[in-house]
Each structure stands twice: as C-alpha cells, then as structure tokens.
C-alpha cells in the first residue's frame, strides 16, 4: 500500500484492514474498497487537484443540510481522497421523493454569484467556475463558449454546429431571467445518485452554483427520475419553460462527454442545438 496513503490513514486515524480491493464505476479516478479498525472505506486515487475539488464539493453539499446523505470525507491529500463507504440500498418510491425534496433543499442554498471561489473539474475536463452575477454571462462564458472552443480545437466540433451554438450561447439574455446562484451538485447523473439505506445520498460533486436546472437537466440526460421526484421537487406544478431549460443545460454535459468520450456524441449535441433553435422561431 502507497505509503502517502497509510499516512493518511494514519492521520484519520484509521488503521486498514487488508489490501485494497477494486471497484467498479472508476472511469475518472482509480476507486478502491478498503476495510480499516473503523469500517469499510473508499479511496480514490487520482490528480491531487482533482480530489482536492471534489472533497471540497462533498464538504460544501454537506454543510447545506439538504436531509440528503454525503459522504464523509475522511482524509484527503497527496492524490488520495478516503470516504465514508455508504451501504448499498434498494431505490424506492419513497426515496425518489426524498431525492427530490432533498434536491429543493440543497437548491435553496444561494450565493451572491454565479460560479465557485476555485475551479473544479467535471469529469477530466477543467471546469472554469471564476463568479460572473449574470447567470446567462457565467453559462455563455464559462460553460458553453469554453467548451464549443475545446471540441472544434480537436475536430470535434465543426464550424457550422460550433456557429450555431454560439447563436444559442448569446441569445440567453433574450429568453432565460437571470436567477439566484443556488448551489448545484454540478454532475448529477443517475450514476452519482445511490439509494441507501440512510436515504438517497449524492456522490461524486463537481459543485458550483447556478440555475438550479442543472442538476434536474442532468438526470434526466442519462436516467429518468420518476413521477414522484418532480412532485417533490416541483411540489406538482412543474415551470412552463422546463422543456426549453432542460435542452440547454443539457448542452453543456453533452460537449462534455463529446470532448471527452469523441464523435458518437455529436449527434445529441446537434438534436440539443437544433430543439433550441425551433424555440427561438
């Protein structure tokens, strides 16, 4: 075992139990069960700076007292991060609808402006979080332009889709009310959600703040939170623009997986673009 990691563990006072077994869903960072004299654990092993966001993302989601559980972060440094191993549970109805409550809880939390005192990342893609008080400004800048520009540098991206979404990207202030900066899970895929026996709880933070429809654009981009959920959330009365918000905020991790993942994304990039567009007509 890395002998960084034993100090660590030192320093939390954990001592292991046993070697550190592999588990799945580590496409980011290096992700291991360990047994110490306290319970089990999870270390990831990955850039430093990498972990030192997201342990500063579980910290600051926990802080809101959402009712949703967070993983304690236990140690981190060194290019490890150990957390609070949560048991396995099975998802429910009930606990969608605590998932949505939660969700309302954690969006209640506002901030002064858009963005985060320090970038983070989403995925392996550097997340520019630097705080802009206009919510259209921060999606446009820090967001979508950023990302437009990186997927074209690599092919990814033509220069008749990337002018498209760029006509997008500056016509926000047309249609889109600036909000409050709600604090935002930030990579709120249905992988990042668990249902434990504690109840729902969020892993995996790329955290800043902004419109709330990021994380609800999030869910239902690769999952489909059910009825119950946006009854929580929305108390049963869901905002007429939804449709329109979720298009958009489901661009900015649609570049991403682009970006990182290649060309079988474009496509939804493209659908994402084109729904947009026919909304501006």
């Known amino acids: 075992m890395d002998d960084v990691l034993v100090r660590l563990l030192g320093e939390a006072g954990l001592a292991p139990r046993g070697r550190l077994a592999p588990m799945g869903g580590g496409d980011i960072a290096a992700v291991y069960r360990l047994a110490t004299d306290r319970g089990d654990v999870v270390v990831k092993a990955d850039d430093a700076a990498r972990l030192a966001g997201e342990a500063e993302g579980l910290r600051a989601l926990a802080a809101a007292e959402s009712g949703l559980v967070v993983p304690e972060v236990l140690a981190a440094g060194g290019g ?9 549970g099975r998802k429910r109805r009930a606990g969608e609808a605590a998932l949505g409550e939660g969700l309302r809880r954690l969006h209640a939390v506002t901030g002064e402006a858009h963005g985060w005192p320090r970038d983070n990342a989403c995925g392996r893609t550097p997340q520019p979080n630097a705080p802009l008080c206009d919510g259209r400004a921060f999606q446009r800048e820090r967001r979508l332009l950023p990302l437009a520009d990186a997927c074209h540098a690599r092919g990814l991206l033509d220069a008749r889709l990337r002018a ?3 006509v997008i990207a500056h016509g926000l202030e047309a249609w889109l009310p600036d909000a409050p900066a709600c604090l935002v899970h930030g990579d709120l895929w249905s992988g990042n959600v668990l249902f434990t026996p504690r109840g729902p709880a969020i892993i995996d933070p790329a955290v800043y703040r902004h419109y709330p429809e990021v994380d609800l654009a999030m869910l239902t981009l690769f999952g489909a939170p059910g009825e119950a959920f946006f009854e929580a959330y929305w108390n049963g009365s869901a905002p007429d623009d939804w449709p329109r918000r979720e298009r958009l905020f489901q661009l900015y991790p649609l570049l991403n997986h682009l970006l990182l993942f290649g060309g079988g994304y474009r496509g939804a990039v ?12």
Do not use: N, S
């Not at 490890?80 to 396995?88: C, G, K, Y």
């Not at 493209?270 to 007509?281: S, W």
């Open 164 to 166: 498209r979404l760029e």
């Open 270 to 281: 493209e659908r994402a673009i084109t729904v947009l567009e026919a909304c501006q007509e």
């Open 80 to 88: 490890f991060l150990v957390l609070e191993a949560l048991p396995d």
